[in-house]
Nanobody
Framework: QVQLVESGGGLVQDGGSLRLSCAAS????????MGWYRQTPGKQREFVAH???????NYADSVKGRFTISRDNVRNTVYLQMNSLKPEDTGVYYC?????????WGQGTQVTVSS
């Protein structure tokens, strides 16, 4: 089993920045990839960013150039640095990791961007 705990959400003004963290525990030796999805009001959960153990990253087009995903393999933590935030980035951000054919999710952290 893998447990994921997110932190770092909050309220920020249009154009501001936040950094989300996701700490993994449990069967962490099985973790290769980690990433973030978000649930924005009125929409389905959508992919945000992804990083694999070798460091390769992938981003949704809507966040490219504004968000940066990184990973600390010693602390088993993945980060999402979010800059130039927009009101449409408002939502609940979920950390995830696929392990042994199953997707593990964190509990989510709320990000609210005011205009």
């Amino acid at each position: 089993q893998v447990q994921l705990v997110e932190s770092g959400g909050g309220l920020v003004q249009d154009g501001g920045s936040l950094r989300l963290s996701c700490a993994a525990s449990g069967s962490i030796f099985s973790i290769n990839a980690m990433g973030w999805y978000r649930q924005t009001p009125g929409k389905q959960r959508e992919f945000v960013a992804h990083i694999i153990s070798g460091g390769s990253t992938n981003y949704a087009d809507s966040v490219k150039g504004r968000f940066t995903i990184s990973r600390d393999n010693v602390r088993n933590t993945v980060y999402l640095q979010m800059n130039s935030l927009k009101p449409e980035d408002t939502g609940v951000y979920y950390c995830y990791t696929p392990v042994s054919g199953r997707i593990h999710w964190g509990q989510g952290t709320q990000v609210t961007v005011s205009s």
